[in-house]
């Protein structure tokens, strides 16, 4: 046999298990759990499971590798970190471990306004690992223009090299498991950094995070304020889509935000198809929601995206092995999608499409198009 083999066999689920031992209930449940019911968090991982690949035979040819390229930049996978809070609650070394780990795999990492750790000393482990790391810094638009002002102002000065504004949540989602168990504040020691000294905001805790009902005016106030490229997080409706590329968003993440915001939401992976349709290839459309594997990752190239984030994963491989952990995690999502794509015949992410798509179960169907039988 020629050709790497893929390491030891990788059980995403084994390893959100041995995350829940390490950590403390109430932590647990804050990364693990969603909104209501956990449905649209549940429908994550489900959707994916419902799809099958039909693999593409005797294409010959040597594979180019599993590169793409997003806005500008070519990343060594279609493969990311979304944001996630609070990296400080899974392992003392938070998002510095997680920043060494995506750089030193060259996975882009997106840090959040929620980190436990400043966006400038993010931003500096990842380099000091990888003077190439692309890091991303994402916000939520606060009330105060000043305030969102202040943090654009550190995430460029930081070196981010876009700006990912989430607006699937105008107000909190109700998340069932923090409510249950009154999780509401960072224990001692641990603070939302990004959000110290800002103008009018007390230092530090998660409250200061406001989550707040902005409009198309306030996302073009940010558009005038910077030259970065901004990514909406969070849109579901074509319609909105087809409005963010008028604005002139740079790029779209098809997210329901791990299920922990509209419980009523769909699987972002079955949101994706319509959002990349009216998006037409005009801008790059990416993803997150119950990536785990490689399969998933080429299901959702294949319905249209560009590159697939892993949020929860990421936060289990650092509370069970540190940065250590991150990087087992990233490379064998990259090694695993790398096999996935050549078993469907196909020599670079580009060459996987919808038509490889259908629904499992006999008789299946696609899910549009011809029957493809
Ligand atoms: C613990 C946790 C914290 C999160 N914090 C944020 C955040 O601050 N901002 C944001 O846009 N999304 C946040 N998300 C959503 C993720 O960016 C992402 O959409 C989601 O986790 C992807 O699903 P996955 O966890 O199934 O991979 C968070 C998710 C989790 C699990
Ligand atoms: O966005 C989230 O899902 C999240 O958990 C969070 C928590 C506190 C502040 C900001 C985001």
Not at 41 to 50: C, G, I, P, V
Not at 229 to 256: I, M
Not at 311 to 331: F, H, I, K, N, Q
């Amino acid at each position: 046999m020629t050709g790497p083999r893929t390491g030891p066999a990788y059980d995403p689920a084994a390893l959100a298990r041995r995350a829940r031992a390490q950590l403390l209930p109430e932590h647990y449940d804050f990364i693990a759990g969603g909104a209501g019911e956990e449905r649209a968090l549940r429908e994550n991982e489900d959707a994916f499971a419902r799809l099958a690949l039909l693999p593409r035979v005797l294409r010959g040819g040597p594979g180019s590798g599993t590169r793409v390229t997003v806005l500008g930049r070519e990343w060594p996978a279609p493969l990311f970190v979304s944001p996630t809070a609070f990296h400080r609650l899974a392992h003392p070394d938070g998002e510095l471990a997680t920043a060494r780990a995506a750089a030193a795999t060259g996975t882009p990492l997106v840090t959040g306004m929620a980190a436990t750790t400043a966006v400038a000393d993010v931003v500096a482990a990842a380099r000091a690992r990888n003077p190439e790391a692309v890091v991303w810094f994402q916000l939520y638009l606060q009330p105060e223009h000043e305030v969102t002002a202040e943090l654009v102002r550190r995430a460029e000065r930081a070196g981010c090299s876009a700006l990912v504004v989430t607006v699937d949540s105008p107000v909190f989602g109700s998340r069932t498991r923090d409510l249950r168990n009154g999780f509401h504040d960072l224990p001692p020691g641990l603070a939302a950094e990004n959000m110290r000294d800002l103008p009018g905001a007390a230092p530090g805790g998660t409250r200061d995070i406001a989550m707040w009902p902005a409009g198309w005016d306030d996302l073009r106030r940010l558009r005038d304020l910077t030259d970065l490229p901004l990514v909406l997080k969070g849109v579901l409706h074509p319609a909105d889509a087809r409005t963010a590329v008028e604005q002139g968003v740079d790029a779209l993440l098809v997210s329901n935000h791990g299920g922990r915001q509209l419980d009523a939401a769909p699987a972002a992976v079955e949101a994706l198809p319509a959002v990349a349709g009216a998006v037409a290839g005009r801008i790059p459309v990416l993803v997150d929601g119950g990536v785990r594997r490689g399969t998933d990752i080429a299901l959702a190239l294949a319905l249209g995206a560009v590159a697939a984030g892993v949020g929860r994963p990421v936060l289990w491989a650092l509370a069970t092995g540190g940065e250590d952990g991150v990087t087992e995690l990233l490379s064998t999502l990259r090694a695993d999608f790398a096999q996935v794509l050549a078993l469907c015949g196909g020599h670079r992410p580009g060459d996987l499409t919808a038509d490889q798509v259908v629904a499992r179960g006999f008789p299946y169907h696609r899910p549009k198009g011809e029957p493809a039988w």
